[in-house]
């Protein structure tokens, strides 16, 4: 039951933020995204380890999405704090994409190649829906290479969280 939860509150943390960011009110969607991902830290078996795994994606987001960003293939609403990173609703999407490797996609431990291929599909289709909704543009660099360059990175993304969290596992293990 603890994955069905993880899942629907990935979903209503991602539709929160998306839709703040597209009327430029992103402040209580972004608190109360945190405030989840604090309870979700808080109730993990490893809180410091969690903590570090959300924050490893979240720096990998914003320098993921700042690159995206300043190469011109997307442009976000509400650019908060800065023109040159990625805006901050979007580094709590990343913290909370990956709450949920240990949770609703716990089943892609040990399947690198299939983490790869869905975060591949799933990650830019993931913008792309963010963008109908008006939390974003393509730039002028374009759509196609765009989630071309967000098929790579989502692609590496996901076995990359996975990997993270195998490392924080044998830590546990050792400690113990």
Same mark, same amino acid.
């Given at each position: 039951m603890a994955k069905f939860w993880n899942f629907v509150l990935f979903q209503l943390g991602w539709f929160?933020?998306?839709?703040?960011?597209a009327n430029h009110q992103v402040f209580w969607p972004?608190?109360?995204?945190?405030?989840?991902l604090t309870i979700h830290i808080a109730r993990s078996n490893q809180p410091s380890l969690e903590m570090?795994?959300?924050?490893?994606?979240?720096?990998? =987001?914003?320098?993921a999405d700042s690159l995206v960003s300043l190469?011109?293939? %997307? +442009? !976000?609403?509400d650019a908060w704090p800065s023109s040159y990173l990625s805006p901050v609703w979007l580094w709590v999407l990343w913290?909370?994409?990956?709450s949920t490797i240990?949770?609703?996609?716990?089943?892609?431990?040990?399947?690198?190649?299939?983490a790869a291929v869905l975060g591949a599909i799933a990650?830019?289709?993931?913008?792309?829906?963010?963008?109908?909704? =008006?939390?974003?543009?393509?730039?002028?660099?374009?759509?196609v290479g765009g %989630? +071309? !360059?967000?098929?790579?990175?989502?692609?590496?993304a996901m076995p990359l969280f996975l990997y993270w969290d195998r490392v924080r596992v044998t830590l546990d293990k050792n400690q113990t």
């Amino acid at each position: 039951m603890a994955k069905f939860w993880n899942f629907v509150l990935f979903q209503l943390g991602w539709f929160a933020c998306i839709i703040g960011a597209a009327n430029h009110q992103v402040f209580w969607p972004v608190v109360i995204t945190l405030l989840y991902l604090t309870i979700h830290i808080a109730r993990s078996n490893q809180p410091s380890l969690e903590m570090n795994l959300l924050l490893k994606a979240a720096l990998y =987001g914003v320098s993921a999405d700042s690159l995206v960003s300043l190469s011109g293939f %997307l +442009i !976000f609403e509400d650019a908060w704090p800065s023109s040159y990173l990625s805006p901050v609703w979007l580094w709590v999407l990343w913290a909370l994409v990956a709450s949920t490797i240990n949770g609703s996609l716990s089943w892609l431990r040990g399947r690198p190649i299939l983490a790869a291929v869905l975060g591949a599909i799933a990650g830019p289709m993931s913008y792309e829906a963010g963008i109908q909704m =008006g939390a974003g543009a393509w730039g002028p660099q374009g759509q196609v290479g765009g %989630l +071309i !360059f967000l098929a790579i990175i989502w692609g590496a993304a996901m076995p990359l969280f996975l990997y993270w969290d195998r490392v924080r596992v044998t830590l546990d293990k050792n400690q113990t």
